[in-house]
């Protein structure tokens, strides 16, 4: 038989047992099994190795390396046993049509469309109170599947826990004062005794800067909202709600790291960069006869992300 | 003494030729009726060809993130309840942490091997995603999505979107600071949603961002609800692969009615054992050296604080790129937003682009009017419309992934962040437009290229006594011998521009397409 003609496919079921398509496909089976046995000794001895630096409590780099070593030798051991060692083939299989005969395609059809069909058309008023019954059914289920996963968002996302006269507080509760902070400085703040709740975390978050008053431009409408320099923006980003941790203080610009909006403190905090649409609602801020800070009110809108709702 | 050999002998030849395992074989066939499919299966045909392997490395990589999965399943606590960090971590020793974060840091230093555990999971399913990706390329750029096999490409995709959305959940498990900020961009995304948007984060959160229970609600979505619907749908796509069998290239001895390869067993099994070996090993070595997400670095979640360089696994990278550089178009009116600067990219987009891939089988076999049942597969040069559109699919896939990284690459090549914003919008549109006619012209090339993608026959050069030298061409490959004929054994592209001038297969099986 020539190499060509052994390269034929033939039906597995048809091959005498001497047929070279049966033999290894290596050309020195006793090399390639010594080659193995020896990937297969590494292998175990890795795995025994993986054992004992289990039970020393080695570091994770020695339990990986000795674990995924001795896995991946076992495995390329048995790639070469299954390539090499193994019939090389080629070995051929006939598909049947996946299709059933004419006959037994009918009988499937008459069975659904004529048994099944007619009982189901005769009894149409049955089978509208079955649906009708199951519809109902989905409609009330729906209830406790869906609607009691959490409350209604009612006006949620159009407030916030600022209030008239709500103090500044930092992470650890103190009051913010006058003197605090220098110009140029930034501080995160919460209301008052909300700094280590959820919400007052997650959507009360406000950042306080406090800038000198050149080339300052005051929005309309807001000429009382920073006094002393003093001005406070929500710190959820208006795009996607990341806080608005970054300020680059030669530009004067709050920086959003998730997708790199930024905001023009000196400006109302109008994005000049970036996928944000709208400016960081300011809240308007106060001071206490002690020389406190007090927001004057909630934010000016409401906070964070754009939602169907939102005028 | 006598007595017992003769029983001995009786009870062997009771047994017939094949021993004690072929009379334990004949009492399970009698309960069960085993042998007939049991042979049909052992018997049954793989085809050799490397790029079958995809699968088997999304499929092993599956295995090996349930099998770690169940391991760190037994040390994480799903809970958001605030606890003070006394582990072995010092710079963390006495934070206020949640639950979560610190069964997260105790299993990665406390327990033994756990951190090569958790390491490994979250490694495997970036091999699996990436391992779906690839494979789906190949069924996709080959054809074998075509008639029978439309449903498993369908369920193939459903598979895709399930692991990416698992591997979202997943990663967001631990509660640190990196992937508390991926959750605050999802319930956006969610939020962004129109008319049903607010109610859909509402309830899915319980309530407003952070929401009361997003951590054991992510927990039993991301270790029971999803990986349970994974694995009936690769039961169900295994199901089908071993009644329709397998697509195979056209090659000597191969048509559309058979399959030719090598038998499951043995010679199948031992392979495919030893891969699924090999991929764990691999994964093992990766959680061995290579770190991956280290969240006692990044610190628990806390709301209000951030870390530059917020990056998500590179499944999510798409995603993120095309939120980075889509223009900030909110749309307000008539009382009601729609952030369509994050609906687009990241609700609209993915629905679209999903959807499209899903559909492709109908929409292929609508401009082709092919209603055949296909076996054998295709050259993908040969079929340079499919090619090209999954070329330029692809190419936007790829920039939208580079695009979520514009800090990045401004940092590290001192670059002016504007720039490569604008750099990144031009190329998401200029470049996937450039790929479909490249892809396309160069499809046109290899069909009219005799023996494209073929080995190159060596040639033995000797040298003569007197110092001639003397090239005689080298014996042809045996296994390319096998391929000799595969070129005239393709079926003529239907709707290939000008196909009806094409010259039929000529000298050397080559079917030369005019220009």
Redesign the interface.
Known sequence: MS??EQ???VQ??TVSADDPRLQPAARRPELVEKVIAVTFLVGIALIVGFGAA?WV?AT??????T?????????????????YL??R???????HT?ASSEVERDAFAAAIVERGGGVIKRRKFLGGLLGAGMGIFGVVAAFPL??S?????KG??FHTDWAKGTYLVD?TGRRVHLEDLAIGSIM?V?PEGLENT??G???D?TVLIRISNENFVTQKGRETWGPQGYLAYS?LCT?????V??YEQQLQLLVC?????MFNVTNGCI?N??????PLPQLPLQFDAAGYLQSQSDFNQPV???????? | MSQTVNTKRAQREKSGPYGKLGHALNELDDRMGVAKGGRSFLDKIFPDHWSFMLGEIALYSFVVVLATGVFLTLYYVPSQALTTYTGSYLPLYGQRVTEAFASTVNLSFAVRAGLLMRQMHHWSCNIFIGAIVVHMGRVFFTGAFRKPRETNWVIGTTLLILAIVNGFLGYSLPDDLVSGTGIRIAYSIILSIPVVGTYVAFFLFGGNFPGTSILPRFFILHVLIIPLIILGLVGAHMVLLVRQKHTQFPGKGKTENNVVGTPMYPVFMAKTTGFMFVVAGATALLGAFAQINPIWQFGPYTASRISYAVQPDWYMGFLDGALRIFPSWSFHSFGHTIPLEVTIPAVIFPGILFNLVMAWPAIERKFTKDNEMHNLLDRPSNRPKRTSAGVAVAVLCSMLFIASSTDVIANFFHLSLNSVLWAMRILCIVMPVLAYPVTYRICREMQGFAGAGKRKTTNIVTRTAEGEYVATPAPVYVDDLAHEHELDALPVPTYVVDAEDAVPAGEGGVRRVPR
């Open positions: 190499e060509h390269r034929t496919p597995l079921s289990y409590n994770p780099w020695v339990l990986g390396a674990f995924g070593g001795g896995l991946f030798l076992m495995g390329v051991g048995l790639i070469a046993w299954g390539k193994m019939p083939g080629p070995f051929v299989e006939e598909r996946l869906v609607r996963l959490g409350p209604m968002p949620t996302l992470i995160t919460y959820d919400n975390q997650a959507v978050q710190k795009h996607l709600g990341c806080p941790g970054l790291p998730c997708h790199q909006s994005p960069f970036g996928p944000a649409p709208r964070g992300p754009g939602f169907w709702e939102r005028a």
